[in-house]
């Protein structure tokens, strides 16, 4: 990584679709309204675990993912400016690999702590798991105080055949923040990958997903937000089925307060001798205030006849009749909306280790009940 003197100003557009819609939609990609600028320094904080299964190799900041074989032969990522960016100049991130057979029990934790002195990250993270093991990895994304950081993450995961990974995503960074996050998955023959995702925090949160699915194999995402204040979220996941009988599932749940906005991409992309593939997207979201706004583009592209491909988007208001049952029994209006709130989002908490999902259930009603938490 270079040092302090480097700084980068962001242009290229992020998050554009694979198929462009109508340009009148203004939803074909994002762009920043403010000038966003990156420095290029250190980040000092250790966010490596310290125990952990000797088995494993594991060490900070990877070099060349050329010679590792793990790029994708397509285009990733938020912007090609980005992910060159990070590539270039990572100054955090990780190296995992699960040998072949291995089965890791226990989630393995990665923190990063941004602050006013480690201000920007760029983390470049490759998990392999060789044939027939398993891992489950945390990454927790935090601020220790109020001033804004900025975050690229770029992380590439390779599931061998047979092998299982489980990568866990929480994002909880100050409310002048920037988080975006770029992820490239390759699921092999019968392996699988899920990719659990939980957005609390930040002013800007951008997610890109690029999954490439090998036959019999599975890739899944269960994600979730909420939306306050003026906070903005673009969110984009692609699945490609390439292997006979490959299956995929996208799964969202969110709910959006104050003025806060948000666009969902989706898209399942269906490749000739993707035969008897199924893959489903569904996106759902609870508008807890009139002044939110919430955009949804489900995309179905296929090269193949005999697939299964399912897509399904709503937004609305919580249930009236909920709201007055739960207050019927006790509970005031916010305390009712946050329960209800926790409802929709339970099928991705339930995936979270019981001490994170405490924490998060935590989190979410302090930010519903109080509107500049």
Known sequence: MRGYTVEK????????LPRLSFRWLGLNHFSFQDEIQIAIKPYTERYLPTDFDSSLILHAIPGSLDQ????????????????????????GGFYLEVPQGKRILEPLYVQYRLSDENDTLLDQSIIVAQEKSEITVVVEYLTTSKSPVFHHGLTKIVAADGAKVNLIKLQRLGANSVHLDSHYVNVGPYGSVRYVQVELGSKYAITNYLGRVAENGTANVDAMY??????VLDLSYHMIHDGYRSESDILVRGALKDKARKVFRGTLDFKRGARLANGNEEEHVLLLDPTVKSDAIPLLLSEEDDVQGGHAASAGKADPELLFYLMSRGLNEEEATTEVVKASFQPVLDLLPAGLRKDIENELGRKLVYTHA
Do not use: Y
Not at 9 to 16: D, H
Not at 69 to 83: D, M, N, T, W
């Open 226 to 231: 909420l939306g306050n204040q003026e906070q």
């Open 9 to 16: 100003t962001m242009t290229e557009a992020l998050n554009t």
């Open 68 to 91: 590792k074989g793990i790029l994708p032969r397509e285009a990733f990522g938020v912007s090609k400016e980005l992910v060159e960016l990070t590539k270039e100049n990572p100054n």
